[in-house]
């Protein structure tokens, strides 16, 4: 049984830093594509990062030059490194795992950029 659990949510003020992670078991991550998503209220969710199986990784515009996202195959744990935090940035981030056929999410943890 596949799971994801995220950590590292927290209140960070403008210009900040967090990092969140993302323990999977179940999966080897190195075998998986895997991805940041996150939602703010009222919106849709939408992809931050992603990671293919590969290595190869991919952002959007809006983090572009500010989030890292990475993985510790040893650990068998993915994370997103955000830098230069925004208020914009406020929302749900959400962990997400693909193998073959099937996506498996986390819970979520919440990142709020606030003064």
């Known amino acids: 049984q596949v799971q994801v659990v995220e950590s590292g949510g927290g209140l960070v003020q403008p210009g900040g830093s967090l990092k969140l992670s993302c323990a999977a078991s179940g999966v080897i991550v190195s075998n998986a594509g895997m991805g940041w998503y996150r939602q703010a209220p009222g919106q849709q969710r939408e992809r931050v990062a992603f990671?293919?199986?590969?290595?190869?990784?991919s952002y959007s515009d809006s983090v572009k030059g500010r989030f890292i996202i990475s993985r510790d195959n040893a650990q068998n744990t993915m994370y997103l490194q955000m830098n230069s935090l925004k208020p914009e940035d406020t929302a749900v981030y959400y962990c997400y795992c693909y193998v073959p056929g099937t996506g498996y999410w986390g819970q979520g943890t919440q990142v709020t950029v606030s003064s």
């Open positions: 990671i293919t199986s590969v290595g190869s990784t």
